[in-house]
Every structure is written in C-alpha cells, then in structure tokens.
Nanobody, 121 residues
Framework: QVQLVESGGGLVQPGGSLRLSCTAS????????MSWYRQAPGKQRELVAT???????NYADSVKGRFTISRDNAKNTVYLQMNSLKPEDTAVYCC???????????????WGQGTQVTVSS
C-alpha cells in the first residue's frame, strides 16, 4: 500500500507565501511524475503543476511565475512553493504520484487527502 500525505497549508494574506510538501510512503519501487491539483468550492479540480522524475516541469497558466514545483527523489517528496498568493488561489491542494510497487509492476496513481490553502486579509 502507498500513502501520500500533504502538509504546509494554512491561512495567508494576499501577497504572502506558503510551501506545500507531499511525501509518499509505503511499498514503493519507483515514482514517475508527481503533481499538485487544487479544487476551490464550486469549481472543478484543476491541475496546478507537474514535475517528472527527470525534473521537467509544467504549470497552469494561472500560476506561472508565482509557483514552483520541485521534488526530492531520495525522500519521495514533492514540494510546491507558492509566492505572491492571491485570494483566487484559495482551494484544497492535493498531490498525486504515479507509483510502481515492484520492478516489473504496473504504474498506479495515488492521491493524498489534501491540505487547505486560504488566501485572505
């Protein structure tokens, strides 16, 4: 079994910063891409950023230049540094990861439970 646990959410004023972390644990042989998603009340879930195992990155247009995704493969952890936060960034942020539990096994996508980010004065 594989678990993903996020941390780092909270309340921040507009223009502030937060750093989210997501650590995968359990029966892990290899992790492929890792991503952050968010979902605001009444809105569809949105892909925020993705980082591949080779550390190539992609971002939603709404966060380019403000958010930075990174990973530490030795720690099975993905980070999301969020700067210049806006009220519209308020959402539950979840991470996911493509994981293989054995050398020749299939890839499965696992999700964390999410962490709340609220941007408000």
């Amino acid at each position: 079994q594989v678990q993903l646990v996020e941390s780092g959410g909270g309340l921040v004023q507009p223009g502030g910063s937060l750093r989210l972390s997501c650590t995968a644990s359990g029966s892990i042989f290899s992790i492929n891409s890792m991503s952050w998603y968010r979902q605001a009340p009444g809105k569809q879930r949105e892909l925020v950023a993705t980082v591949t195992r080779g550390e190539s990155t992609n971002y939603a247009d709404s966060v380019k230049g403000r958010f930075t995704i990174s990973r530490d493969n030795a720690k099975n952890t993905v980070y999301l540094q969020m700067n210049s936060l806006k009220p519209e960034d308020t959402a539950v942020y979840c991470c996911n990861a493509g994981v293989r539990t054995t050398e020749w096994g299939s890839w499965y996508t696992y999700w964390g439970q999410g962490t709340q980010v609220t941007v408000s004065s």
